[in-house]
């Protein structure tokens, strides 16, 4: 499977803000870096690696979304794309898509 690039800098790896400059606090998560406000897409990310990297459809409020293919080779690729890169509208979707289908206890055994 497609690894993660480790980050080099302590950095928020959404906003590219340095916490410690500021007196504040970034979190590692999935092996990178968040700022307090973005420390969700790091728990995000966090979700997608414990899953595989998951092909999830996403329903936003703007419009609709989709990340990866089933057992797409690329599907780490792009879940990285989309939380360092995608809309406030896409990233937030896809956290409240994510946070329901991890409450689901119906959720598909492996
Ligand atoms: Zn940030």
């Not at 970034?26 to 998951?54: I, K, M, T, V």
């Not at 990233?91 to 898509?97: A, C, E, F, N, P």
């Amino acid at each position: 499977m497609e690894m993660l690039n480790k980050d080099e800098e302590y950095r928020c790896r959404r906003c590219g803000k340095n916490e410690q400059e500021n007196g504040g606090e970034l979190h590692s998560l999935a092996d990178l870096y968040w700022c307090e406000d973005h420390r969700h897409l790091g728990e995000l990310l966090l979700w997608a690696g414990n899953h595989q990297f998951p092909a999830i459809k996403i329903v936003g409020i703007d419009q609709n979304y989709a990340i990866g293919a089933p057992n797409g080779p690329d599907n780490a690729y792009l879940w990285e794309r989309g939380v360092f890169q995608g809309s406030e509208d896409m990233v937030w979707s896809t956290l409240s898509t994510v946070m329901s289908l991890s409450e689901n206890k119906d959720e598909e055994s492996a």
